[in-house]
Every structure is written in structure tokens, then in C-alpha cells.
T-cell receptor, first 110, second 114 residues
Framework: RKEVEQDPGPFNVPEGATVAFNCTYS??????FFWYRQDCRKEPKLLMS???SGNEDGRFTAQLNRASQYISLLIRDSKLSDSATYLC???????????FGAGTRLFVKA | GAGVSQSPRYKVAKRGQDVALRCDPI?????LFWYQQALGQGPEFLTY????????KSGLPSDRFFAERPEGSVSTLKIQRTQQEDSAVYLC????????????FGPGTRLLVL
């Protein structure tokens, strides 16, 4: 089993739709979680950190479920500019190694 | 302010050639990561530096890969005797403090080994 797993998609949604991605992780002791966004042929950029209490930033909401070992990202009112690959990132406890998922591709269409 | 820069942006190497990839992190950033990203995959961890100390090199795929950060700022990833499977994008990321904080990525070096 991979340490961090994501549905690769692609998710094809119309503008204005709500879309949700999940990411599962295998190390139950993991403490830090993030969502990064990567545009085609560009570098990853931080979208948001994921806190135990959940957090929201505008149209984006991230949740952490420790019991089931997954994190989620919800995007409301999708925009064309949301089209990208969304990378789930986990920092396992006790080391410096950062583990990225393979990414979920999102296409938002007019 | 200036972000993370990497050079060269593109590199074509013949199989067996040695290459050196450079990363200039954000000034003052303590932590630095190197990743390898294959097409359609997420970045794969290679190695981590805290200042000049290489604290984790568990992701380096073979002894042909070597990284250094001698003065705790600029870092170089060297690949000896390149092979076709080394073709990938090599990303560098810097962090202001500890490893678990936000990572700021450079644009990457696209390496193609023929």
C-alpha cells in the first residue's frame, strides 16, 4: 500500500460545481498535512494546510479525519482557474521525509 | 522578494554523462528539500538539508546521486553516469524553518537523458 494515495481522476466538472477530493495516508502517527496545487509544467504551490479542526479559505475547505486516516479538499463554486492537479502532502512523524500523493487532476469547463 | 531559483531549467544529457543541478533557496531559509518528479506523478522525496547538514538522504535512488549544501544556502544535486530512468523534473524547495512548515518550490530542472 502506498503511503499516500489519491484518486488520480481526472475530475471533469462544469463551472460553479462543487467537487471534493480525498486522500488516504498509511502512517497513523502523521502530524502535518497539506494540499498543494500544481499547474501544468509548473512547480507545486501551497494551497492550504490541514488542521485537526478543519479549515476554510474562501471557496476551499480542508478536513482531517484521523480515525479513518484521510484528508479531504472541497472546492465550491468551481472556476476555470481551478483547473490543476491537487497534491496531498503528509509529513510523517519522526523524520524529515515529506510524502506527496500522485495528485488528482481537475478540469473545470465552461 | 526573490523566490527559489534553479538552474539550468532544461538539461539534455547523454547516457553516462555527469550532471549538476543547482538550487538557490530563498535567502535565510533553513531547510531545503530535493525531489524527483516523473511525468504524471507527485514529487518523490530525495533528500533534506537543515542548514548545511544533510539530515535525510533516504530517498536518493542510488549512489550515483549526491547532494550538498556546503554553506547552508545554495545546494547542488549531482547525478553521475546518468541513465535514461533519471529523466524527470528535479524540484528544489526551501522552508523558512523546520521541515514541517510550508515549502516554497523552485521551477524545477527538466532533465532528459538520451
Amino acid at each position: 500500500r502506498k503511503e499516500v494515495e489519491q484518486d488520480p481522476g481526472p475530475f471533469n466538472v462544469p463551472e460553479g460545481a462543487t467537487v471534493a477530493f480525498n486522500c488516504t495516508y498509511s502512517n497513523s502517527a502523521s502530524q502535518s498535512f497539506f494540499w498543494y496545487r500544481q499547474d501544468c509544467r509548473k512547480e507545486p504551490k501551497l494551497l492550504m494546510s490541514v488542521y485537526s479542526s478543519g479549515n476554510e479559505d474562501g471557496r476551499f475547505t480542508a478536513q482531517l479525519n484521523r480515525a479513518s486516516q484521510y484528508i479531504s479538499l472541497l472546492i465550491r463554486d468551481s472556476k476555470l482557474s481551478d483547473s490543476a492537479t491537487y497534491l496531498c502532502v503528509v509529513n510523517p512523524t519522526g523524520g524529515f521525509k515529506t510524502i506527496f500523493g500522485a495528485g488528482t487532476r481537475l478540469f473545470v469547463k465552461a | 522578494g526573490a523566490g527559489v531559483s534553479q538552474s539550468p531549467r532544461y538539461k539534455v544529457a547523454k547516457r553516462g554523462q555527469d550532471v549538476a543541478l543547482r538550487c538557490d533557496p530563498i535567502s535565510g531559509h533553513v531547510s531545503l528539500f530535493w525531489y524527483q518528479q516523473a511525468l504524471g506523478q507527485g514529487p518523490e522525496f530525495l533528500t533534506y538539508f537543515q542548514n548545511e547538514a544533510q539530515l535525510d538522504k533516504s530517498g536518493l535512488p542510488s549512489d550515483r546521486f549526491f547532494a550538498e549544501r556546503p554553506e547552508g544556502s545554495v545546494s547542488t544535486l549531482k547525478i553521475q553516469r546518468t541513465q535514461q530512468e533519471d529523466s524527470a523534473v528535479y524540484l528544489c524547495a526551501s522552508v523558512e524553518g523546520l521541515a514541517k512548515e510550508t515549502q516554497y518550490f523552485g521551477p524545477g530542472t527538466r532533465l532528459l537523458v538520451l
